[in-house]
């Protein structure tokens, strides 16, 4: 199960399982989750590195929260990439990372 859909705009929407969640931020890396759409890997950056300004805080947050496992929806800047699908949420606040909606909700 997953969907990455690449936009023409240069964003993307993305929905699928997280695989890992690496906070290389805390020691002046970035952080980002690798996020499973079917047969493809797609990184999500969330925060830039340690000391550069979040401008979007509740992606960041949402981040940091993610786990394995947690099926998620992402709304972000699509960036290219040598080796998988890059997407960022850091660049705007109408970029989200949330828990995807799995049609049981009230």
């Known amino acids: 199960m997953g969907r990455?859909?690449?936009?023409a705009d240069?964003?993307?929407a993305l929905t699928g399982t997280v695989v890992s969640n690496e906070q290389h931020c805390a020691v002046d890396g970035?952080?980002?989750?690798?996020?499973?759409?079917g047969d493809t890997k797609v990184r999500?950056?969330?925060v830039e590195a340690e000391?550069?300004?979040t401008v979007n805080a509740?992606?960041?947050e949402a981040g940091f929260a993610a786990r394995p496992g947690d099926t998620v929806?992402?709304?972000?800047?699509?960036?290219v990439s040598s080796s998988i699908p890059l997407l960022s949420t850091c660049a705007s606040e109408e970029f989200y990372i949330?828990?995807?909606r799995t049609g049981r909700e009230p």
């Open 44 to 46: 999500v950056v969330y």
């Open 73 to 79: 929806e992402v709304h972000a800047a699509h960036e």
């Open 30 to 37: 970035q952080c980002w989750l690798v996020v499973s759409a």
């Open 58 to 60: 509740a992606a960041a």
């Open 51 to 53: 000391g550069t300004p």
């Open 98 to 100: 949330r828990p995807a």
């Open 10 to 12: 240069g964003t993307a």
């Open 4 to 7: 990455l859909e690449i936009r």
